[in-house]
Protein backbone atom coordinates (compact mmCIF):
# COMPACT_ATOMS: atom_id res chain seq x y z
CA UNK A 1 0.00 0.00 0.00
CA UNK A 2 1.16 3.58 -0.77
CA UNK A 3 1.17 4.09 3.23
CA UNK A 4 4.36 2.27 3.78
CA UNK A 5 6.14 4.50 1.73
CA UNK A 6 8.66 7.12 2.80
CA UNK A 7 7.42 10.02 3.45
CA UNK A 8 8.76 13.43 5.47
CA UNK A 9 6.53 14.84 7.70
CA UNK A 10 7.34 18.29 8.62
CA UNK A 11 5.26 20.44 11.81
CA UNK A 12 4.10 23.56 11.12
CA UNK A 13 2.36 26.01 14.20
CA UNK A 14 0.36 29.34 12.67
CA UNK A 15 1.09 32.09 15.07
CA UNK A 16 -1.68 33.73 17.09
CA UNK A 17 -4.47 31.97 14.34
CA UNK A 18 -7.61 33.65 15.40
CA UNK A 19 -6.19 37.06 14.73
CA UNK A 20 -5.92 35.96 11.12
CA UNK A 21 -9.91 35.50 10.65
CA UNK A 22 -12.33 38.01 9.36
CA UNK A 23 -15.54 38.39 11.13
CA UNK A 24 -18.69 38.34 9.02
CA UNK A 25 -21.00 39.64 11.46
CA UNK A 26 -21.62 43.08 13.23
CA UNK A 27 -19.45 42.19 16.31
CA UNK A 28 -18.71 45.27 18.94
CA UNK A 29 -16.82 46.08 22.26
CA UNK A 30 -15.96 48.40 24.72
CA UNK A 31 -12.18 49.45 24.50
CA UNK A 32 -9.89 48.30 27.14
CA UNK A 33 -8.81 51.14 29.34
CA UNK A 34 -6.40 53.54 28.25
CA UNK A 35 -6.84 52.45 24.53
CA UNK A 36 -8.87 54.95 23.18
CA UNK A 37 -7.46 58.26 23.21
CA UNK A 38 -9.19 61.22 25.29
CA UNK A 39 -11.11 62.65 22.31
CA UNK A 40 -12.91 59.37 21.33
CA UNK A 41 -14.07 58.87 25.19
CA UNK A 42 -17.08 56.72 25.45
CA UNK A 43 -16.72 55.08 21.73
CA UNK A 44 -16.84 51.34 21.13
CA UNK A 45 -14.65 49.46 18.52
CA UNK A 46 -16.25 47.49 15.33
CA UNK A 47 -14.20 43.76 15.27
CA UNK A 48 -12.82 43.17 12.31
CA UNK A 49 -10.83 40.36 13.09
CA UNK A 50 -11.91 37.38 15.58
CA UNK A 51 -10.75 37.30 19.32
CA UNK A 52 -9.81 34.90 21.06
CA UNK A 53 -12.95 33.65 23.63
CA UNK A 54 -15.27 34.58 20.57
CA UNK A 55 -18.03 31.93 19.99
CA UNK A 56 -17.30 32.65 16.14
CA UNK A 57 -13.55 32.57 16.63
CA UNK A 58 -12.98 28.86 15.60
CA UNK A 59 -15.26 28.83 12.97
CA UNK A 60 -14.35 31.95 11.45
CA UNK A 61 -10.57 30.65 11.65
CA UNK A 62 -11.51 27.46 10.01
CA UNK A 63 -13.52 29.13 7.18
CA UNK A 64 -10.38 31.30 6.57
CA UNK A 65 -8.26 27.98 6.74
CA UNK A 66 -9.91 26.42 4.57
CA UNK A 67 -9.87 29.22 1.77
CA UNK A 68 -6.56 29.68 1.84
CA UNK A 69 -6.16 25.95 1.08
CA UNK A 70 -8.37 25.85 -1.99
CA UNK A 71 -6.65 29.22 -3.00
CA UNK A 72 -3.56 26.91 -2.90
CA UNK A 73 -5.12 24.12 -4.76
CA UNK A 74 -5.90 21.85 -2.27
CA UNK A 75 -8.60 19.44 -1.53
CA UNK A 76 -10.54 19.06 1.80
CA UNK A 77 -11.16 15.38 2.41
CA UNK A 78 -14.86 14.81 2.22
CA UNK A 79 -14.19 12.16 4.72
CA UNK A 80 -12.24 14.27 7.29
CA UNK A 81 -13.18 17.87 7.30
CA UNK A 82 -9.42 18.65 9.44
CA UNK A 83 -7.34 17.35 6.09
CA UNK A 84 -6.02 18.49 2.83
CA UNK A 85 -4.25 16.91 0.16
CA UNK A 86 -2.85 18.00 -3.04
CA UNK A 87 -2.40 15.33 -5.59
CA UNK A 88 -0.83 15.43 -9.16
CA UNK A 89 1.30 13.40 -11.39
CA UNK A 90 4.32 15.06 -9.69
CA UNK A 91 3.27 15.63 -6.14
CA UNK A 92 1.13 14.00 -3.37
CA UNK A 93 0.91 15.94 0.10
CA UNK A 94 -0.98 15.36 3.15
CA UNK A 95 -2.01 17.88 5.65
CA UNK A 96 -4.07 17.07 8.91
CA UNK A 97 -5.01 20.46 11.33
CA UNK A 98 -5.87 20.98 14.56
CA UNK A 99 -6.65 24.55 15.35
CA UNK A 100 -2.97 26.16 15.13
CA UNK A 101 -1.07 22.94 14.12
CA UNK A 102 -0.25 21.13 11.32
CA UNK A 103 1.25 18.12 10.24
CA UNK A 104 2.53 18.43 7.08
CA UNK A 105 3.58 14.89 4.63
CA UNK A 106 5.15 14.33 1.29
CA UNK A 107 7.47 11.79 -0.61
CA UNK A 108 9.56 15.02 -1.44
CA UNK A 109 11.03 17.74 0.92
CA UNK A 110 10.15 20.18 -2.15
CA UNK A 111 7.07 19.87 -1.92
CA UNK A 112 6.57 20.56 1.78
CA UNK A 113 9.32 23.40 1.26
CA UNK A 114 6.47 24.98 -1.39
CA UNK A 115 3.43 24.81 0.76
CA UNK A 116 5.85 26.67 3.57
CA UNK A 117 6.45 29.18 0.99
CA UNK A 118 2.85 29.05 0.36
CA UNK A 119 1.41 29.71 4.02
CA UNK A 120 4.04 32.50 4.84
CA UNK A 121 2.44 34.60 1.95
CA UNK A 122 -0.86 34.43 4.31
CA UNK A 123 -0.15 34.09 7.39
CA UNK A 124 2.74 34.37 10.30
CA UNK A 125 4.07 30.66 11.28
CA UNK A 126 6.56 28.72 12.72
CA UNK A 127 8.77 26.59 10.97
CA UNK A 128 9.12 23.64 13.75
CA UNK A 129 10.94 21.20 11.13
CA UNK A 130 10.41 17.23 11.17
CA UNK A 131 7.58 16.16 12.92
CA UNK A 132 8.94 15.29 16.63
CA UNK A 133 5.53 16.64 18.63
CA UNK A 134 2.50 16.92 18.23
CA UNK A 135 -0.27 17.53 20.56
CA UNK A 136 1.21 16.55 23.50
CA UNK A 137 2.42 13.62 21.68
CA UNK A 138 6.10 12.23 21.40
CA UNK A 139 6.90 11.15 17.31
CA UNK A 140 10.23 8.90 16.88
CA UNK A 141 10.32 7.68 13.78
CA UNK A 142 12.24 4.91 12.24
CA UNK A 143 12.72 5.13 8.42
CA UNK A 144 14.34 1.67 8.56
CA UNK A 145 12.06 -0.05 9.92
CA UNK A 146 9.15 2.17 8.49
CA UNK A 147 7.05 2.70 11.66
CA UNK A 148 6.66 5.67 13.88
CA UNK A 149 5.99 5.67 17.70
CA UNK A 150 3.87 7.60 19.60
CA UNK A 151 4.36 7.70 23.48
CA UNK A 152 2.50 10.73 26.42
CA UNK A 153 5.38 10.09 28.93
CA UNK A 154 5.73 14.07 29.39
CA UNK A 155 1.91 14.40 29.14
CA UNK A 156 1.36 11.98 32.23
CA UNK A 157 4.24 13.23 34.25
CA UNK A 158 2.13 16.44 33.99
CA UNK A 159 -1.35 14.94 34.89
CA UNK A 160 0.54 13.18 37.62
CA UNK A 161 1.57 16.55 38.83
CA UNK A 162 -2.00 18.45 38.44
CA UNK A 163 -3.18 15.85 40.67
CA UNK A 164 -0.18 15.52 43.50
CA UNK A 165 0.48 11.75 42.74
CA UNK A 166 4.53 12.00 41.65
CA UNK A 167 4.85 10.09 44.68
CA UNK A 168 1.80 7.63 44.80
CA UNK A 169 2.89 3.69 44.56
CA UNK A 170 2.41 2.61 40.76
CA UNK A 171 -0.04 -0.48 40.12
CA UNK A 172 0.36 -2.91 37.41
CA UNK A 173 -3.11 -2.90 36.41
CA UNK A 174 -5.83 -0.20 35.61
CA UNK A 175 -8.78 -1.79 37.04
CA UNK A 176 -8.93 -4.35 39.35
CA UNK A 177 -9.68 -7.88 38.10
CA UNK A 178 -13.47 -8.16 38.31
CA UNK A 179 -14.28 -4.77 39.92
CA UNK A 180 -17.76 -3.33 39.37
CA UNK A 181 -18.41 0.25 40.00
CA UNK A 182 -21.85 1.58 40.75
CA UNK A 183 -23.74 4.76 41.79
CA UNK A 184 -25.18 3.01 44.64
CA UNK A 185 -23.48 5.68 46.93
CA UNK A 186 -23.58 2.78 50.01
CA UNK A 187 -21.58 0.38 48.05
CA UNK A 188 -17.87 -0.50 49.84
CA UNK A 189 -16.45 3.07 49.97
CA UNK A 190 -18.73 4.82 48.36
CA UNK A 191 -19.81 7.57 50.05
CA UNK A 192 -21.02 10.62 47.87
CA UNK A 193 -18.30 13.35 46.90
CA UNK A 194 -18.95 16.85 48.13
CA UNK A 195 -20.37 19.27 44.97
CA UNK A 196 -16.85 20.93 45.33
CA UNK A 197 -14.90 17.76 44.63
CA UNK A 198 -16.37 16.67 41.30
CA UNK A 199 -14.29 19.13 39.84
CA UNK A 200 -11.22 17.31 40.21
CA UNK A 201 -12.96 14.01 39.41
CA UNK A 202 -13.87 15.36 36.36
CA UNK A 203 -11.13 16.85 35.13
CA UNK A 204 -8.89 13.69 36.21
CA UNK A 205 -11.61 11.53 34.02
CA UNK A 206 -10.90 14.37 30.72
CA UNK A 207 -6.95 14.41 31.35
CA UNK A 208 -7.44 10.23 31.31
CA UNK A 209 -9.21 10.36 28.69
CA UNK A 210 -6.60 12.52 25.92
CA UNK A 211 -4.49 9.60 26.77
CA UNK A 212 -6.92 6.70 26.37
CA UNK A 213 -7.98 8.07 23.10
CA UNK A 214 -3.97 8.93 21.91
CA UNK A 215 -1.94 6.07 23.01
CA UNK A 216 -2.56 3.83 25.33
CA UNK A 217 -5.80 1.28 24.58
CA UNK A 218 -4.35 -0.37 27.52
CA UNK A 219 -6.52 1.88 29.95
CA UNK A 220 -9.59 2.86 27.45
CA UNK A 221 -11.64 0.40 28.99
CA UNK A 222 -11.20 1.95 33.05
CA UNK A 223 -12.00 5.15 31.38
CA UNK A 224 -14.95 4.67 29.86
CA UNK A 225 -16.22 2.96 32.90
CA UNK A 226 -15.36 5.56 35.16
CA UNK A 227 -16.55 8.49 32.68
CA UNK A 228 -19.96 6.91 33.58
CA UNK A 229 -20.11 8.59 37.00
CA UNK A 230 -19.23 12.33 35.93
CA UNK A 231 -22.08 13.61 37.44
CA UNK A 232 -22.84 11.85 40.62
CA UNK A 233 -19.45 10.58 41.71
CA UNK A 234 -18.33 8.90 45.01
CA UNK A 235 -15.29 8.33 47.00
CA UNK A 236 -15.20 4.74 45.44
CA UNK A 237 -14.90 6.30 41.82
CA UNK A 238 -12.16 8.84 42.79
CA UNK A 239 -10.12 6.03 44.63
CA UNK A 240 -10.31 4.14 40.89
CA UNK A 241 -9.47 7.06 39.20
CA UNK A 242 -6.39 7.72 41.27
CA UNK A 243 -5.64 3.98 40.07
CA UNK A 244 -5.96 4.81 36.35
CA UNK A 245 -3.24 7.23 37.03
CA UNK A 246 -0.80 5.15 39.39
CA UNK A 247 -0.98 2.28 36.34
CA UNK A 248 0.25 5.47 34.03
CA UNK A 249 2.70 6.21 36.60
CA UNK A 250 4.32 2.47 36.57
CA UNK A 251 3.44 2.10 32.79
CA UNK A 252 4.49 5.90 31.47
CA UNK A 253 7.44 5.03 29.43
CA UNK A 254 5.12 2.35 27.19
CA UNK A 255 5.31 3.41 23.34
CA UNK A 256 2.55 2.51 20.28
CA UNK A 257 4.67 1.63 17.07
CA UNK A 258 2.65 1.68 14.40
CA UNK A 259 3.45 0.43 11.05
CA UNK A 260 5.12 -2.98 12.29
CA UNK A 261 3.19 -5.37 10.40
CA UNK A 262 2.12 -6.20 6.93
CA UNK A 263 -1.83 -7.63 7.47
CA UNK A 264 -3.26 -4.11 6.23
CA UNK A 265 -6.42 -3.47 7.61
CA UNK A 266 -8.51 -5.78 10.17
CA UNK A 267 -10.13 -5.35 13.09
CA UNK A 268 -11.37 -7.30 16.50
CA UNK A 269 -14.70 -7.21 17.87
CA UNK A 270 -16.38 -8.15 21.26
CA UNK A 271 -18.90 -7.64 24.10
CA UNK A 272 -19.28 -8.18 27.78
CA UNK A 273 -22.96 -9.05 28.19
CA UNK A 274 -25.22 -7.92 31.16
CA UNK A 275 -21.95 -8.39 33.52
CA UNK A 276 -22.97 -4.46 34.91
CA UNK A 277 -25.44 -3.50 37.10
CA UNK A 278 -26.88 -1.32 34.52
CA UNK A 279 -27.35 -4.43 32.65
CA UNK A 280 -26.26 -2.79 29.41
CA UNK A 281 -23.67 -4.93 27.79
CA UNK A 282 -20.52 -3.31 26.93
CA UNK A 283 -19.20 -2.94 23.37
CA UNK A 284 -15.57 -3.22 22.50
CA UNK A 285 -13.66 -3.31 19.44
CA UNK A 286 -9.65 -2.26 18.07
CA UNK A 287 -8.95 -1.85 14.45
CA UNK A 288 -5.80 -2.30 13.35
CA UNK A 289 -3.59 -0.74 10.20
CA UNK A 290 -0.12 -3.18 9.26
CA UNK A 291 -0.62 -4.73 12.89
CA UNK A 292 -0.96 -1.89 15.32
CA UNK A 293 -4.22 -0.10 16.64
CA UNK A 294 -5.63 3.04 14.96
CA UNK A 295 -9.27 3.45 16.30
CA UNK A 296 -10.62 1.64 19.44
CA UNK A 297 -12.91 2.01 21.67
CA UNK A 298 -15.48 0.56 25.01
CA UNK A 299 -18.34 1.84 25.30
CA UNK A 300 -21.61 1.03 27.24
CA UNK A 301 -24.55 -0.52 24.67
CA UNK A 302 -27.52 2.33 24.79
CA UNK A 303 -30.01 -0.71 24.75
CA UNK A 304 -29.89 -3.72 26.93
CA UNK A 305 -29.01 -6.89 24.74
CA UNK A 306 -31.14 -10.44 25.56
CA UNK A 307 -27.90 -12.72 24.07
CA UNK A 308 -24.26 -12.90 24.32
CA UNK A 309 -25.01 -13.43 20.81
CA UNK A 310 -27.17 -10.12 20.42
CA UNK A 311 -24.86 -8.05 22.42
CA UNK A 312 -21.70 -9.11 19.67
CA UNK A 313 -24.01 -8.74 16.60
CA UNK A 314 -24.83 -5.03 18.10
CA UNK A 315 -21.25 -4.48 18.61
CA UNK A 316 -19.94 -5.27 14.95
CA UNK A 317 -22.07 -2.08 13.54
CA UNK A 318 -19.64 -0.22 15.65
CA UNK A 319 -16.74 -1.47 14.37
CA UNK A 320 -18.17 -1.52 10.98
CA UNK A 321 -18.76 2.25 10.77
CA UNK A 322 -15.37 2.66 11.83
CA UNK A 323 -14.08 0.45 9.24
CA UNK A 324 -15.77 2.24 6.84
CA UNK A 325 -14.34 5.15 7.80
CA UNK A 326 -10.58 4.54 7.55
CA UNK A 327 -11.38 2.74 4.24
CA UNK A 328 -12.92 5.57 2.80
CA UNK A 329 -10.08 8.11 4.64
CA UNK A 330 -7.56 5.92 2.93
CA UNK A 331 -8.96 5.11 -0.52
CA UNK A 332 -9.59 9.33 -0.80
CA UNK A 333 -5.70 9.63 0.70
CA UNK A 334 -3.47 7.42 -0.99
CA UNK A 335 -5.11 4.18 -2.98
CA UNK A 336 -8.10 2.52 -2.87
CA UNK A 337 -8.44 -0.96 -0.57
CA UNK A 338 -9.28 -3.87 -2.59
CA UNK A 339 -9.25 -6.13 -0.52
CA UNK A 340 -12.38 -6.96 2.58
CA UNK A 341 -11.40 -5.89 5.78
CA UNK A 342 -11.17 -9.01 8.10
CA UNK A 343 -13.37 -8.62 10.80
CA UNK A 344 -12.33 -11.23 13.92
CA UNK A 345 -15.25 -12.43 16.51
CA UNK A 346 -15.12 -14.78 19.35
CA UNK A 347 -19.13 -15.49 18.68
CA UNK A 348 -20.18 -17.80 16.49
CA UNK A 349 -23.87 -16.75 16.88
CA UNK A 350 -23.28 -13.69 16.16
CA UNK A 351 -21.48 -14.60 12.75
CA UNK A 352 -24.37 -16.30 12.01
CA UNK A 353 -26.62 -13.24 12.50
CA UNK A 354 -24.46 -11.05 11.06
CA UNK A 355 -24.15 -13.40 7.61
CA UNK A 356 -27.85 -14.28 7.20
CA UNK A 357 -31.52 -13.99 7.43
CA UNK A 358 -32.42 -16.93 8.53
CA UNK A 359 -32.82 -15.94 12.45
CA UNK A 360 -35.43 -13.23 11.83
CA UNK A 361 -37.78 -14.13 14.49
CA UNK A 362 -34.79 -13.89 17.40
CA UNK A 363 -33.71 -9.98 16.21
CA UNK A 364 -36.56 -8.42 14.77
CA UNK A 365 -36.79 -6.53 18.39
CA UNK A 366 -33.24 -5.18 17.00
CA UNK A 367 -33.43 -1.51 16.12
CA UNK A 368 -32.78 -1.90 11.70
CA UNK A 369 -29.56 0.04 12.00
CA UNK A 370 -27.76 -2.70 13.71
CA UNK A 371 -28.73 -4.85 10.77
CA UNK A 372 -26.99 -2.62 7.93
CA UNK A 373 -23.61 -4.71 8.47
CA UNK A 374 -25.73 -7.97 6.69
CA UNK A 375 -25.54 -5.94 3.72
CA UNK A 376 -21.24 -5.15 4.17
CA UNK A 377 -21.18 -8.59 4.55
CA UNK A 378 -23.20 -9.14 1.83
CA UNK A 379 -20.98 -6.44 -0.38
CA UNK A 380 -17.90 -8.34 1.01
CA UNK A 381 -16.92 -5.07 2.25
CA UNK A 382 -16.35 -6.80 5.08
CA UNK A 383 -15.70 -10.76 6.16
CA UNK A 384 -16.10 -12.35 9.93
CA UNK A 385 -13.60 -14.77 10.81
CA UNK A 386 -13.96 -16.52 14.21
CA UNK A 387 -10.94 -16.22 16.17
CA UNK A 388 -11.03 -17.99 19.83
CA UNK A 389 -11.73 -15.95 22.91
CA UNK A 390 -8.50 -15.94 24.17
CA UNK A 391 -6.47 -14.36 21.24
CA UNK A 392 -9.60 -11.77 20.95
CA UNK A 393 -7.64 -8.03 21.30
CA UNK A 394 -11.00 -6.80 21.90
CA UNK A 395 -11.48 -8.54 24.81
CA UNK A 396 -9.21 -5.90 27.16
CA UNK A 397 -11.40 -3.13 25.95
CA UNK A 398 -15.13 -5.05 27.50
CA UNK A 399 -13.65 -6.30 30.90
CA UNK A 400 -10.63 -5.61 33.26
CA UNK A 401 -7.90 -8.52 32.33
CA UNK A 402 -5.47 -10.60 34.87
CA UNK A 403 -2.51 -8.89 34.67
CA UNK A 404 -0.63 -11.88 32.05
CA UNK A 405 -3.82 -11.53 29.39
CA UNK A 406 -2.95 -7.93 30.03
CA UNK A 407 0.72 -7.80 28.70
CA UNK A 408 -0.09 -10.51 26.13
CA UNK A 409 -2.34 -8.01 24.55
CA UNK A 410 -0.39 -5.06 24.71
CA UNK A 411 2.51 -7.09 23.00
CA UNK A 412 0.28 -8.08 20.38
CA UNK A 413 -1.17 -4.32 19.62
CA UNK A 414 2.98 -2.81 19.77
CA UNK A 415 2.56 -1.63 23.13
CA UNK A 416 5.97 -1.85 24.53
CA UNK A 417 8.98 0.22 26.34
Request: hydrophobic residues 40%.
Given at each position: ?????????????????Y????????????P????????????????L????G?????????????????D?????????????????????????????????????P???????????????????G???????????????????T???????????E?????????????????A????????????????S?????Q?A??????????T?????????????????????????????????????D?K??????????????????A????R??I??????????????????????????????????????????????L????????????????????????????????????I??????????????D????????????????????????????????????
Open positions: MATRQDWEIHQIDVKSALNATLRDDIYMRPPGYLKEKDRGKILKLRSLYLKQAGFEWSEELEQFFLAKFTRSQVDQAVYYRRTSEEHTVITVSVDDMAVMSKHKHILKFKDQLRTRFEISDLELTWLLGLKVERDQTARTILSQEAYINTVLQFHLEEANPVTMPMETGVLTKDKDHLTGTQLKIEYSPYRIGSLMYAATSRPDIAFAVSMLSQFMRDPTHAHWEAAKRVMRYLKGMKLLTLGAGEEGLQAFVDADWSQPHHSSGYVVLLHGSPVAWSARKQSLIALSTAEAEYITLTSVAREVLYIQALDELYEPIKAATIVHCDNQGAIALASNNKYHARTKHDIRYHFVRALIQNQLVLQYVPMDENLADAFTKPLPRPCLEILRGKMNISR
